[in-house]
């Protein structure tokens, strides 16, 4: 993968705890941030106390030349934010200039953190559907907007090899939302859950205290009950 290939956009730590439903107590389990970008969350919930390590194949990149692709690629970004409000469902008192204001910030708190959390292990460059990780490596793992959101990008293959090794580092998995671009539930997330029933792992619908993309309310909770169960799972 190229920097120019990546569009980098980062939520805040806040943004991460109200759409996986984050509590006090999970600031005591490892946690994986799969895919954060430029978040704030690793920032945040490490200032908090909490543990987390974040991967991302942005993360092959020094911080000037991921605050540069910041710096190049965010106007556009905003002028097509403006052009779709209709996309956002806005908090009262909320515009797209807030929003982005929000966002923006977010990945300024990202950069400052960012090459002290290199170094401290924290940001790990990677890439699903092959995680440089140990079995069980982590308690929870969260995968925020790539997994069901870019499913016109992401085939349905990669999309099972990813959830299943995520659960492969995790025991419990996180995923959010569960709409695609545009806003309609994704079509595979009936048939990856059908599938890992089948393969024991437990999988529900979580409506969380988050809305801006508008309709993307719900994050996927998956559990397995044991760190031998997976290696064979086949969802086809
Ligand atoms: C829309 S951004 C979301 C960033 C962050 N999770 C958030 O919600 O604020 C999607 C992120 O997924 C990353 N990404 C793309 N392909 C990936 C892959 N195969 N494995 C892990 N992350 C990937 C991108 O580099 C980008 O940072």
Same mark, same amino acid.
């Given at each position: 993968?190229?920097? &120019?290939?990546?569009?980098?956009? #980062? @939520?805040?730590?806040?943004?991460?705890?109200?759409?996986?439903?984050?509590?006090?107590?999970?600031?005591?389990? $490892?946690?994986? #941030?799969?895919?954060? !970008?430029?978040?704030?969350?690793?920032? !945040?919930?490490?200032?908090?106390?909490?543990?987390?390590?974040?991967? &991302?194949?942005?993360?092959?990149?020094?911080?000037?030349?991921? $605050?540069?692709?910041?710096?190049?690629?965010?106007?556009?970004?905003?002028?097509? *934010?403006?052009?779709?409000?209709?996309?956002?469902? =806005?908090?009262?008192?909320?515009?797209?200039?807030?929003?982005?204001?929000?966002?923006?910030?977010? *990945?300024?708190?990202? =950069?400052?953190?960012?090459?002290? #959390? !290199?170094?401290? !292990? @924290?940001?790990?460059? #990677?890439?699903?559907? @092959?995680?440089?990780?140990?079995?069980?490596?982590?308690?929870?793992?969260?995968?925020?907007?790539?997994?069901? =959101?870019?499913?016109?990008?992401?085939? @349905?293959?990669?999309?099972? $090899?990813?959830?299943?090794?995520?659960? $492969?580092?995790?025991?419990?998995?996180?995923?959010?939302?569960?709409?695609?671009?545009? %806003?309609?539930?994704?079509?595979? =997330?009936?048939? *990856?859950?059908?599938?890992?029933? &089948?393969?024991? %792992?437990?999988?529900?619908?979580?409506?969380?205290?988050?809305?801006?993309?508008?309709? %993307?309310?719900?994050?996927?909770?998956?559990?397995?009950?044991?760190?031998?169960?997976?290696?064979?799972?086949?969802?086809?």
């Amino acid at each position: 993968m190229h920097l &120019d290939q990546i569009v980098p956009l #980062g @939520r805040s730590a806040a943004d991460y705890r109200a759409m996986f439903a984050l509590q006090p107590d999970d600031r005591t389990r $490892r946690l994986l #941030g799969c895919g954060d !970008g430029p978040a704030a969350f690793n920032a !945040g919930w490490t200032g908090e106390g909490g543990r987390v390590v974040s991967l &991302d194949p942005l993360y092959a990149w020094p911080v000037d030349a991921v $605050r540069q692709r910041i710096e190049a690629t965010f106007p556009d970004i905003v002028r097509r *934010m403006h052009a779709e409000p209709e996309r956002f469902a =806005l908090a009262a008192g909320e515009t797209i200039d807030t929003l982005a204001d929000r966002r923006w910030a977010a *990945m300024q708190c990202f =950069l400052a953190d960012y090459a002290d #959390g !290199g170094r401290a !292990g @924290r940001y790990v460059a #990677g890439a699903l559907a @092959r995680l440089p990780f140990a079995d069980d490596a982590f308690d929870l793992a969260l995968c925020s907007h790539l997994l069901f =959101l870019y499913e016109a990008q992401l085939s @349905r293959t990669f999309h099972r $090899r990813a959830l299943r090794e995520l659960l $492969r580092v995790a025991r419990e998995v996180r995923v959010f939302p569960l709409v695609n671009l545009e %806003a309609r539930p994704s079509a595979y =997330l009936a048939p *990856m859950r059908t599938a890992l029933s &089948d393969h024991g %792992a437990a999988s529900e619908i979580v409506k969380v205290g988050y809305e801006v993309q508008r309709g %993307a309310r719900h994050m996927l909770r998956i559990t397995r009950s044991s760190a031998h169960s997976f290696p064979d799972l086949d969802i086809s």
